[in-house]
């Protein structure tokens, strides 16, 4: 509400919540929080708890279907509602573990952008959340006092691999600090022509034409940190070695 009155362009907000009939969900608590607020809402009852409960297995992982039928009702509302731009609250994490989750288990080099359009043209979904770590929303929330709902489909299940990659990357902030933030910094920093997606490259058209490029192979990446000028002696020479293995291999 803050940043509609200090940003640039004009636009209106309204909270939209998706009540999904799961027992014992507090239904009272956001409509008399966002009222005191005195900001519009709009709450959709839809018993899409019941279909996932019906159709998941037991022991099976539920966030897929309940993702997705909540995606899809997310649209209509919008439509309904006449709203131009779907604010989703997907942060940093969120977007890292999905990073994680589609290269150990899908196979492929994909998460979720900060803006991006859905898949059938119609609408605008944005991530204004996309460059914040969740423990600083974790503090901010706290700070504030925002009602914490929690979810009984996904929120209790056992040995979810979302939960796992999040203890991972929780591990490794505090075993190697940065390596999270390297992680992050790195999917905006894609070098397409050195993937092994035929997609992108025509490897099987690759020439050699005397032609200097600056997305070309280069003799020796950039240092990505200072080091003592023994220690750069001795890598550069490692480095020497190698790149000779891989010429005398060819």
């Not at 027992?23 to 519009?40: D, W």
């Not at 490029?213 to 190698?242: K, Q």
Request: hydrophobic fraction near 40%.
């Amino acid at each position: 509400m803050k940043l509609q009155q200090v940003a640039p362009v004009r636009f209106e907000l309204i909270a939209v919540n998706l009540d999904q009939k799961q027992p014992g969900f507090p239904e009272h608590i956001l409509p008399e929080y966002l009222t005191a607020l005195g900001v519009p809402f709009h709450i959709e009852t839809q018993d899409t708890y019941s279909i996932v409960k019906r159709v998941v297995p037991e022991g099976k992982t539920t966030c897929g279907l309940c993702s997705r039928l909540r995606r899809g009702i997310l649209y209509r509302v919008a439509d309904e509602l006449g709203a131009t731009k779907i604010a989703l609250g997907h942060h940093r994490d969120d977007i890292l573990e999905t990073f994680f989750l589609n290269l150990f288990h899908g196979g492929k080099l994909k998460t979720m952008p900060p803006k991006l359009v859905s898949d059938d043209g119609r609408h605008v979904v944005i991530r204004p959340l996309a460059y914040v770590p969740e423990r600083d929303i974790e503090k901010y929330a706290a700070m504030v006092g925002y009602p914490i709902i929690p979810c009984n489909l996904c929120g209790s299940q056992p040995n979810l691999k979302r939960a796992e990659t999040k203890a991972m990357l929780r591990q490794w902030e505090k075993d190697f600090p940065g390596r999270v933030e390297s992680a992050f910094r790195a999917m905006s920093q894609v070098v397409p022509t050195h993937l092994l997606d035929h997609a992108l490259n025509d490897f099987a058209a690759v020439r050699a034409d005397g032609v200097a490029r600056a997305d070309g192979d280069t003799a020796f990446d950039a240092m990505p940190v200072e080091v003592a000028p023994f220690e750069r002696s001795a890598d550069l020479a490692t480095r020497d070695i190698d790149d000779a293995d891989d010429v005398d291999g060819v």
